[in-house]
């Protein structure tokens, strides 16, 4: 089946360092999503993104669909304690459109 | 507005005995989903149903994992016999139409199983 590769694995920064990570597919996929989750709670959305090459803004994230249907990234600006947690990609591929296929997450930790 | 509901929150239970989670997706939500997440990973779906249909449970175990969603609201999801490596976090989401709506999550039950 579909399936998506999320790196890094997991990422410790400084508060206020800039923070990318990205997910990859071998097939293409129709929307793709950023969630959050913190621990002992459910994943919350973060961006949507429903078009090959758009670039979507909420706050201080930044995610983009790439040209090529594969790829996505998410970059969060001047890290604060409080975006600790695991974020997610996930996307509907193009075989089951009705199936939300997850990552494997990256967990972010930042230090004061 | 109420968010995704369920229960227990945790359940701690031995090998090959059953356990039952329950869901209440938000009000008017007609699109259920019941996912697994065992550590480190993320979420995968088991079932989807779309008001009392189930729609997709092909990910389903279904010779040990069952699931129901009378009347098209709550829904419960059932492991008889349990095993060792069903330990896991079990997810329940909502959307208010179909799959291509945004899902809404709730905090999920972890399940151990010694």
């Known amino acids: 089946g579909q399936q998506l590769n999320q790196s890094p694995q997991s990422m410790f920064i400084q508060e206020g360092e800039d923070v990318s990570m990205n997910c990859t597919s071998s097939s293409i996929f129709n929307t793709w999503l950023w969630y959050k989750q913190d621990p002992g709670e459910g994943p919350v959305l973060l961006i949507a993104l429903y078009k090959a090459g758009e670039l979507t803004s909420n706050g201080r994230l930044t995610a983009q669909f790439g040209i090529t249907r594969k790829d996505s990234f998410l970059n969060i600006s001047a890290s604060i304690p409080s975006d600790v947690g695991i974020y997610f990609c996930?996307?509907?591929?193009?075989?089951?459109?009705?199936?939300?296929?997850f990552g494997q997450g990256t967990t972010l930790q930042v230090k004061p | 507005e109420a968010g995704v509901v369920q229960s227990p929150r945790y359940k701690i239970i031995e090998k090959k005995q059953p356990v039952a989670f329950w869901c209440n997706p938000i009000?008017?939500?007609?699109?259920l989903y019941w996912y697994l997440q065992n550590l480190g990973q993320g979420p995968e779906l088991l079932i989807r149903y779309e008001n009392e249909e189930a729609v997709d449970d092909s990910q389903l175990p279904k010779d040990r994992f069952s699931a129901e969603r009378l009347k098209g609201v709550d829904s419960t999801l059932k492991i008889q016999p349990a095993e060792l490596g069903d330990s896991a976090v079990y997810l329940c989401?909502?959307?208010?139409?179909?799959?291509?709506?945004?899902?809404?999550f709730g905090p999920g039950t972890r399940l151990t199983v010694l």
């Open positions: 996930a996307g509907h591929g193009s075989s089951n459109t009705g199936k939300l296929i």
């Open positions: 009000s008017g939500h007609n699109t």
């Open positions: 989401a909502s959307s208010l139409l179909g799959p291509s709506d945004e899902q809404f």
